[in-house]
């Protein structure tokens, strides 16, 4: 009962298409004007043909959906599209101007999550890890009054008086996301706040909470032996960097190099060959654990791993914390070869 027509394909690099529950922005053409339309897919407020269509677009493709009228009215919705219709079809010509991935989180789906921008890094946040977090908190019908806004490190899970809404609210949104999201959540102004609500806002004013997942911080155990004596915590990254490999070549900026309150070492570069024991074992943990452009924080306990001439650094007498970055990497030729082969392989 639904037929569609490309009229004009998407400009668009991604593959993505919009499904139910996501809003969606469209241009519908008259034959003397355009009609703006902005609707949630699966709720009913346009005929489900339509809907159909849509879910087969991309964004800024244009195509022309036909309509039966038996499936038609098997779901009119509440917006009235009776122009379109022609010689017992609705005849509509669509062009897809703009989607936003929606999802209700919480069990009673009493939050809506909007996605603003994707994020390409796949990694979530997990209960307990620290994040950074950039977030402003706004009613919806009035975008210029802010309630709050911070940028902050929030720990996934426990309770932080710094933030104004609820923890529940908080930690769903949080732990919703990817690393490099934004995203923007709805509750209504009571349900919104773990206390008093802000002055000016009623109980059922609409608050909208924006989210950027600035970063992960993730700390693992990168030892050679793994009994933790030598740790990262990792301040910057992204799971789609190159990674650094045995027998690459890489080049690292040592931001500084700290002893309890002292700094012994400040911006020194490193470069050098992964395996071949040209620096010290804390840093050839932490070089092998990293991806190219990826900043850290290496903290060494076990002092006979972190002597390095070319830092002058002797034996140390207490833990020392590197701060990292791995500015060069070039990749083996073992590496190159068998990343050739994979692509061909593919192909």
């Known amino acids: ?59 800024g493709e244009v195509a022309q959906i036909s309509v039966l009228l038996a499936s038609a009215h098997s779901s009119g919705g509440h917006i009235d599209l009776s122009w379109c219709q022609v010689q017992g079809c609705f005849v509509f010509e669509v062009e897809l101007l703009h989607f936003t991935r929606c999802f209700e989180l919480l069990e009673d789906g009493s939050l809506l999550k909007r996605i603003l921008v994707h994020a390409q890094d796949r990694r979530r946040p997990a209960t307990g890890q620290e994040c950074v977090v950039n977030y402003k908190l706004r009613p919806v019908m009035d975008s210029a009054k802010l309630v709050d806004h911070q940028e902050m490190v929030y720990v996934v899970g426990e309770a932080c008086s710094s933030v104004s809404v609820c923890t529940e609210l908080f930690e769903a949104a949080v732990l919703s996301m990817r690393c490099g999201e934004s ?20 109980n059922d004013t609409l608050i909208l909470l924006e989210i950027e997942l600035l970063e992960i911080l993730e700390t693992t155990d990168i030892s050679f032996e793994r009994n933790g004596s030598v740790m990262k915590k990792s301040l910057h990254c992204r799971d789609f960097w190159d990674k650094c490999q045995d027998a690459g070549r890489c080049t690292l900026l040592i931001i500084s190099v700290t002893e309890g309150d002292s700094i012994i070492v400040q911006n020194q570069t490193l470069t050098f060959t992964l395996g071949d024991g040209d620096v010290c074992d804390v840093i050839e943990c932490a070089a092998v654990s990293m991806c190219l452009q990826e900043a850290a924080l290496i903290t060494c306990s076990a002092v006979d791993m972190a002597e390095e001439p070319k830092l002058g650094i002797a034996r140390p007498a207490k833990t020392l914390v590197f701060h990292v970055k791995v500015i060069g990497y070039e990749k083996s030729i073992g590496e190159r070869v068998r990343r050739n082969s994979e692509q061909l392989a593919f192909l």
Request: charged share 35%; no cysteine; aromatic share 4%.
């Open 1 to 59: 009962g639904v037929r569609k027509k490309l009229v004009r394909p998407s400009g668009e690099e991604t593959l993505r298409r919009p499904r139910r529950g996501d809003e969606v922005k469209i241009h519908l053409t008259r034959t003397d004007a355009k009609e703006l339309l902005q609707f949630r897919l699966g709720l009913g407020e346009v005929m489900e043909g339509l809907e159909l269509g849509l879910e087969t677009m991309r964004m």
């Open 183 to 202: 995203a923007s959540f709805e509750r209504r102004a009571e349900e919104a706040f773990s206390g008093k609500i802000p002055n000016g806002l009623a």
